[in-house]
């Protein structure tokens, strides 16, 4: 059973916008580093973007500059928004949360970026 749920996917036009979320009430996010992974159909997961449990953020370079992850911990909730979505960014969106002692995934939410 997933102890991370992702919300706020969907369709979206190319050059539009879009932010996920990611929530959990069996986890305290800021003690993991949390990220974003996507997997588009045919290719292989991959890391978007993480913040660590003391903030530091790392970016793939494609969306350097397009994407911010954030974290608001008295909401318990890491979010990812998505700006300038072109169809490449198109993939099922998964939230992880990891730490030495534990790994912890979504079930994904998907984000179609289509006119």
């Known amino acids: 059973q997933a102890k991370v749920a992702e919300s706020g996917g969907g369709l979206v036009q190319p050059g539009g916008s879009l932010t996920l979320s990611c929530s959990s009430s069996?986890?305290?996010?800021?003690?993991?580093?949390s990220g974003w992974y996507r997997q588009a159909p045919g290719k292989q997961r991959e890391l978007v973007a993480s913040?660590?449990?003391?903030?530091?953020?790392d970016y793939r370079n494609s969306v350097k500059g397009r994407f911010i992850i954030s974290r608001d911990d008295a909401g318990n909730t890491v979010y990812l928004q998505m700006s300038r979505l072109n169809p490449e960014d198109t993939a099922v969106y998964y939230c992880?949360?990891?730490?030495?002692?534990?790994?912890?995934w979504g079930q994904g939410t998907q984000v179609t970026v289509s006119s």
């Open positions: 992880n949360a990891r730490s030495e002692e534990a790994d912890y």
């Open positions: 069996e986890i305290s996010f800021r003690a993991y580093t």
């Open positions: 913040i660590g449990s003391s903030g530091q953020r």
